[in-house]
């Protein structure tokens, strides 16, 4: 399939220092995502968050995406995409008040919300950077760049933060960027697009519950159960593996590393042969679940498997969300929300079923 071609957001100069900040906000948001993980049992004591409140920083965050990051998409598809994605920020920012917050419901409902908005942002992103771009194979892989940044860095560097200056250093950090990201989307004049035309929220849901659509999210759900059937454990398998604590920093490093070209390379694949990709992705996902049934395995057989796990994974970011928003191309900012909660469900799904 050959990528669809977007009119211009004007003047010749390409979009780099748009494309960079849209980036870089897609890192804050995921690093937000993921860095309590870190930074659970710290945020517990102080909070006097219960063990099960600490994982429900988690869970709150994955359920407001699922279900309320659709509604978001809905209620801002007129808004002009500056302002779409300025609003998105706004509960990440708000991390600057976790500190003084110190209420565990409050935390909690801050991150129902920064869970609610991840879809906006990421969806208004991919949308606008598509129509300055021309190209949405090139957007996406860009976009999802600064995701696989966030989510390589979010937990060892809020652990390593915290540790240096405690629990709430990180997230005042993550807050301080994010204000950052809000400031320079603000400052770039080619980010100022009025809205795609967007068909009415009735017209929308009947876009959505389309059998083409809703095979491709179902499918979307698929992929990501079966990545994170076996990531959600990839600490374990490491272990099981023979690696100790300082050796397994090391390898999900090689994993990180691994998903940048990952990244990379599912953007322009998908720009040629987007099924093909597909198809390939999905395969190489496959062999993790085939190749660890040899464990232990030695070190010359884990660096090949965890580099094109790594890719793989990443590149399956990529490639579901181009897969859904260009069957549900009149929708764009609700196929991506809807791409994300599928994905959210996936990743609740895949990791029950590996435990």
């Excluded at 660890?292 to 395995?297: A, E, W, Y």
Aim: some cysteine; proline content about 6%.
């Amino acid at each position: 399939m050959t990528p669809r071609r977007r009119p211009s957001g004007g003047g010749a100069r390409p979009p780099a220092s748009e494309g960079w900040a849209l980036a870089f906000g897609a890192a804050v948001v995921v690093a937000v995502e993921f860095v309590v993980i870190g930074l659970a049992p710290a945020m517990a004591e102080a909070t006097g968050l219960t063990p099960q409140g600490a994982g429900w920083l988690v869970t709150g965050f994955a359920l407001g995406s699922a279900l309320l990051g659709p509604v978001a998409a809905i209620a801002t598809r007129r808004l002009r995409a500056d302002r779409a994605m300025m609003l998105a920020l706004l509960p990440y920012a708000a991390n600057l008040l976790v500190p003084l917050l110190r209420e565990p419901l409050l935390i909690q409902a801050l991150r129902v919300a920064q869970g609610a908005t991840l879809p906006l942002f990421i969806g208004v992103a991919s949308e606008v950077l598509s129509r300055l771009l021309g190209r949405d194979d090139r957007a996406i892989a860009r976009i999802y760049l600064g995701v696989t940044v966030g989510g390589l860095l979010g937990v060892p560097g809020g652990v390593a933060i915290a540790a240096a200056a405690g629990w709430a250093a990180p997230l005042l950090l993550l807050g301080g960027l994010a204000t950052a990201a809000i400031a320079a989307i603000a400052a770039l004049p080619r980010l100022r697009l009025q809205a795609a035309p967007q068909a009415g929220i009735g017209d929308q849901l009947r876009v959505a519950a389309e059998p083409a659509v809703a095979l491709h999210l179902l499918l979307s759900l698929l992929q990501f159960a079966a990545m994170f059937c076996t990531y959600a454990y990839l600490g374990t398998i490491l272990g099981a593996a023979g690696q100790d604590g300082a050796a397994i920093g090391g390898w999900l490093l090689l994993f990180g590393i691994a998903g940048l070209a990952g990244n990379a390379l599912a953007g322009h694949a998908a720009g040629r042969a987007a099924g093909t990709a597909a198809a390939g992705v999905a395969a190489v996902i496959a062999l993790p679940g085939l190749v660890l049934q040899g464990m232990p395995l030695p070190p010359l057989a884990l660096t090949p498997l965890l580099a094109a796990w790594g890719a793989a994974h990443a590149a399956g970011f990529v490639i579901c969300q181009l897969r859904v928003t260009r069957a549900a191309a009149r929708t764009p900012r609700l196929a991506a929300a809807l791409n994300i909660s599928a994905a959210n469900l996936g990743i609740a799904l895949g990791a029950a079923a590996g435990g």
